[in-house]
């Protein structure tokens, strides 16, 4: 069965660095999703993306983040300027449908610890 | 705004028992979608069941199946025969296809579920 696939499973940075955080999404999937979990907490939509735009993003999806689908296949995530606070698990999801009709498949997670 | 409330932060079962998994939510609208999702120790969340509100009639996935009450805005997860595999966090999610927050899902806390042989 398909998959979403994320890479790296464990990303260690120092505060102030630049991240990029992976994805591939099921291939014929058209709308793409970022979460994140910090630790003992719920999982919190970041932003959706869809015909290569940002179809939506959280107060959390601040101007140190920003998404690209850099060719066919990847999806990513970057954060400028990490923060202690974005140490978080960062889930990317994917359907081939929008508004639930659909449903989101979610990848591994990156665990993303910033020192 | 939604919310997703799940009141029960660890809960363990007897293999082969059942268990129920409690969730209630807020929201304004008249059509939404809730989920159960499924995240088991190696990470991956797995949809369990999906139920849409504008159907009566209650989902079921095998041993898998809601309870979902509209008026009282709940939404409950029902494991019957409950097996070591079932081991799991378990997180409700609501969704709404219309306005400002379509297609996204809102999670609730989740809930640690522990099968015991």
């Known amino acids: 069965e398909p998959e979403v696939t994320q890479t790296p499973s464990h990303q260690v940075t120092q505060m102030g660095q630049e991240v990029i955080l992976r994805c591939v999404p099921i291939s014929n999937h058209l709308y793409f999703y970022w979460y994140r979990q910090i630790l003992g907490q719920k999982v919190e939509f970041l932003v959706s993306?869809?015909?290569?735009?940002?179809?939506?993003k959280s107060e959390i999806f601040d101007d140190q983040f920003s998404v690209e689908r850099p060719d066919g296949s990847n999806f990513t995530l970057k954060i400028r300027s990490t923060k202690l606070e974005d140490s978080a698990m960062y889930f990317c999801a994917s359907s081939d449908g929008g508004g639930g009709n659909q449903p989101q498949h979610f990848g591994d997670g990156t665990r993303l610890s910033i020192l | 705004a939604q919310t997703v409330t799940q009141s029960q932060p660890e809960m363990s079962v007897q293999e082969a028992e059942t268990v129920t998994l409690s969730c209630t939510y807020d929201?304004?609208?008249?059509?939404?979608?809730l989920f159960w999702y499924k995240q088991p120790p190696s990470r991956q969340m797995i949809l369990v069941i999906r139920q849409e509100a504008y159907k009566q009639q209650n989902a079921t996935e095998n041993r898998f199946s809601v309870n979902f009450q509209k008026a009282a805005k709940s939404f409950s997860l029902k494991i019957s025969d409950s097996q070591l595999g079932d081991t799991a966090m378990y997180f409700c999610?609501?969704?709404?296809?219309?306005?400002?927050?379509?297609?996204?899902?809102?999670f609730g806390k989740g809930t640690k579920l522990s099968v015991k042989p």
């Open positions: 993306f869809y015909n290569n735009e940002i179809s939506e």
């Open positions: 999610a609501f969704m709404t296809p219309y306005g400002g927050s379509q297609g996204n899902l809102i």
């Open positions: 929201t304004s609208e008249s059509n939404y979608y």
